[in-house]
């Protein structure tokens, strides 16, 4: 070779090493199959498309073989290598599922075998786009300017004049609105269902939409308290453009630590359940329960709860009992017939199981109706609650089912509950929410063990402000009367999510509204009479505030007494209240006095087009901290639930970056709950994860539509793509 075609060959090398290195997703050559060690449980192999090595795309393993529909699913690395572990012996079908991909032809194998996988290049944007999450389709609703804020009415800009703000519009269209039960962007909704009929205009297809099944009375309300006439056009104009062929951006390939993640599913329950909650483990101790059931409900679906054995592969469901005269909590008619039932009333639950927790025993304490709404006369006079703050009515009281026994006991409770969390206590107490109520409540479960007496075993309080800053509780005025410096003052501000600190023993919860706020509550030595409440509004148009947000749903507390919520505004905040530097209580220790206390991250995703100052367009309903590292990432991570996202989002604090832990298949993976189990320490990543469920009201929008079953769903974090 001469001394100038050796500098053109090495030339041509360099280029062809650039090329390769500078197509995102894709590498310069094709390792061996035969060179990635696995074992007969694995699967194995690497993916190329017609670009060459495809990295950070998805890797399906599914069968039917099993006694549950069962599924893993992993990440291939920066060479296209991809390794499926510790599969159960049975015949499965694998394919590659990928952004700027189709999904790829779907090859049948079995465990032990290497499987090189040719993935296929979308052949347009729009094809590319069916695999986007819903999150990245619904950042093309247009939001109102600000200038349209505060509504004018129906007659007027048609935004209704109760909404004042932009920030509470966005509130309304993410989680306080539709999102709070599915998605908004995934193909069932971004798409008309043909079955509704045909209507003269868009407008009138949405009016329609929105009355469907036994939730329509819902949801026309939710349009009516933003402002019908100005809500339906922005929802058509939405479909109107994806029907014409606009599309959204397209979102990045997992990324470091995400290609690390296996993704574990099996199917449960019925298509007509959906589930609200699941629960693994004593979050007090992680190892508890190892290797054991998971458990989940149904809110107003069905009044099942749904056991599964991860290990055996195994779905049964138990019935949850109510006393006679418990009401059913959805209607029993429609309001008009749903594209996927027609004018079949398919939610039947009288018992509203909402939210779980386990305790040390292994036993499942839920937050569930009992009875009918009227309280008994123990809630109204003679328990010392009662006597310091008397209570009518209840909506949804508790229950706990031993699985040692089979047995069910019905808990008679005065107040109402939603979520609920044990504290680290001698009583075991268990503290419950309550969302638009006036009280917070407890029940020491030691007693109720000891003496099966629900009147008393359980307690409540008001929640009162020391706006007259004393340092204890007095005489107070009532919600809306004017203030009185001799006195304190009642708030109205039941929670929604309910969080213990393990530092200190007060309890937390989150309010809902706009701006929302969260809430402290001292118990002090005699809580219906002692206990004093701090509330913190999250900093919206303030001034003062470092940051800008907007309206809490979901919330959790870390080792350090550190509070993590979700708001609307698109962030994961936190709020440390060892940084204020005001008085925390008195007469302006109302809500706005410690703006410096909130630390607010953008969570993933896009951002409604042409909207400032907001974070991500995607909907985060709770979120969850992993306190003693059941993942992989460290203690004290929050994980929010990215439930536009089709993910998890593991927030790393020290850099302030997410880790997204995305659900690729079946599409429309919704999260309400999550927790974290360890079910052997000795085994690194392989004995720790983190459980959640698909949790949308509507598994039929979900991938594979009317049929489509929840899954339960498990994250690993290996220390690399290939580990086994």
């Given amino acids: 070779m001469t001394k100038k075609a050796f500098y053109l060959a090495t030339a041509a090398i360099v280029i062809a090493a650039l090329l390769g290195v500078s197509r995102p997703g894709h590498s310069a050559r094709k390792p061996a199959a035969a060179a990635i060690p696995m074992d007969g449980t694995d699967i194995a192999g690497v993916v190329t498309s017609s670009k060459g090595p495809e990295a950070g795309v998805w890797v399906i ?71 986007y999450p819903a999150s990245y389709w619904y950042s093309m609703l247009r939001i109102p300017p600000k200038s349209d804020f505060p509504g004018t009415g129906e007659n007027g800009n048609g935004i209704s004049e109760q909404v004042t703000d932009q920030g509470q519009w966005i509130e309304m269209v993410k989680t306080d609105g539709c999102e709070a039960c599915h998605q908004l962007g995934d193909k069932a909704t971004r798409e008309m269902p043909a079955s509704l009929g045909a209507f003269d205009t868009s407008v009138a297809a949405w009016d329609r939409r929105i009355q469907s099944g036994q939730v329509g009375s819902q949801m026309k309300s939710t349009i009516i308290r933003m402002g019908q006439k100005r809500a339906l056009a922005l929802f058509a104009d939405w479909t109107d453009r994806i029907k014409a062929g606009e599309l959204p951006p397209a979102p990045p390939r997992p990324q470091g630590l995400e290609r690390n993640v296996v ?27 190892a290797n054991g059931l998971v458990y989940g409900v149904h809110e107003v679906s069905t009044d099942l709860l749904t056991v599964l054995d991860p290990v055996h592969y195994t779905m049964t469901q138990v019935p949850i009992p109510v006393n006679p005269g418990t009401p059913q909590s959805e209607p029993a008619e429609v309001l008009q017939p749903s594209a996927y039932w027609g004018s079949e009333p398919i939610s039947t639950a009288k018992a509203t199981a909402h939210s779980l927790m386990m305790d040390s025993q292994g036993r499942v304490w839920t937050a569930a109706a009992t009875r009918p709404r009227d309280n008994p006369d123990f809630c109204k006079q003679g328990n010392p609650s009662a006597t310091a703050f008397p209570l009518a009515r209840s909506s949804r009281q508790a229950n706990v089912y031993d699985p040692k026994t089979k047995q069910w006991t019905l808990i008679s409770l005065c107040f109402s509950t939603q979520h609920l969390m044990f504290a680290e206590d001698a009583n075991n107490t268990l503290w419950f929410s309550g969302p638009g109520g006036d009280v917070l409540g407890w029940l020491n479960t030691k007693m109720f063990d000891e003496t099966h007496d629900a009147q008393k075993s359980q307690g409540w309080t008001a929640l009162v402000l020391d706006t007259n800053g004393n340092g204890k509780r007095d005489d107070y005025t009532e919600p809306g009367q004017p203030s009185d410096p001799t006195k304190d003052t009642r708030i109205k501000a039941g929670f929604y999510a309910v969080s213990p600190s393990p530092v200190d023993g007060s309890i937390w919860g989150t309010v809902l509204g706009f701006p929302g706020a969260i809430v402290r509550v001292n118990p002090g030595s005699d809580p219906p009479n002692t206990a004093l409440a701090e509330i913190y509004e999250l900093p919206w148009n303030n001034p003062k505030a470092p940051v800008q947000g907007f309206s809490p749903r979901g919330m959790d507390i870390d080792r350090n007494g550190v509070i993590w919520t979700v708001l609307s505004s698109g962030h994961l905040a936190s709020f440390d209240r060892r940084k204020c530097k005001g008085p925390l209580n008195g007469p302006t220790a109302t809500g706005q006095q410690c703006p410096e206390g909130w630390t607010l991250y953008r969570t993933p995703g896009p951002s409604f087009a042409g909207v400032d100052k907001m974070g991500s367009a995607d909907t985060n309903y709770y979120d969850w901290v992993d306190q003693f590292d059941t993942f992989g990432m460290g203690k004290n991570v929050p994980i929010a639930t990215g439930n536009d996202n089709d993910a998890l989002e593991v927030l790393d604090p020290a850099t302030g970056k997410f880790v997204v832990l995305r659900v690729p298949y079946p599409m429309g993976f919704f999260a309400k709950s999550l927790d974290g189990r360890i079910d052997d320490p000795k085994t690194g990543w392989k004995g720790k994860g983190l459980w959640s469920t698909y949790s949308t009201r509507t598994p039929w929008h979900m991938e594979g539509g009317k049929g489509t079953t929840s899954k339960a769903v498990k994250f690993q974090m290996r220390p690399d793509p290939l580990a086994h």
């Fill in 61 to 131: 393993a599914e069968t039917k073989d099993l006694g549950t529909g069962f599924r893993k699913i992993v990440v291939t690395d920066d060479q296209g290598r991809y390794l499926v572990p510790d599969l159960p012996k049975a015949n499965y079908t694998v394919w590659v599922r990928g952004y700027g991909l189709v999904d790829s032809a779907k090859v049948q194998t079995a465990p032990g075998k290497a499987l090189d996988l040719k993935a296929l290049i979308a052949p347009s944007a729009k094809e590319a786009a069916q695999y």
């Fill in 263 to 289: 993704i574990t599913q099996w199917d449960w329950a019925t298509p007509k359940d959906y589930f609200h909650d699941e629960i693994t483990t004593d979050r007090r101790n992680p190892t508890s329960n």
